[in-house]
């Protein structure tokens, strides 16, 4: 299997991608959940809506995926990725790796187009 690195730096060597989504996901939560009034616009801009997507604007199958609703939906995602992608990044490569979880996220965000209702919204990184 893997061994997690014991320290950050480690971490950030051995696996790259691994740690850039991890910053990525919690920097996301924190913009938005520290200025969430003022940053509202982009949020509604960047969340997954199936209407939306349907009317062309396909930068919605991406955005929702560095997106959470909440603490404890970043922390789960982000907990899934700290176990897991470490294993994969290694195994599939930086590149392969981040392909898979870019494309599992919009194949996440495309399935739920076509099986929930135009005005469901969507964010996470559940899918990915």
Known sequence: MFQHASDVRSFVRLYPV???LLLVHIAAWLLFSLSLTALEPIWQYAVGTNGAIRHGECWRLVSPI???RDF???AANSL???LFGPWL???L???KFLFLYIGGGIGA???TLFLLPPLYTHVGASGA
């Open 80 to 82: 899934s990725l700290w």
């Open 109 to 111: 965000n495309v399935a």
């Open 89 to 91: 990044e290694r195994a």
């Open 18 to 20: 691994v740690a850039a």
């Open 93 to 95: 490569g930086k590149r």
């Open 66 to 68: 560095v997106l959470h």
């Open 72 to 74: 404890h939906h970043m």
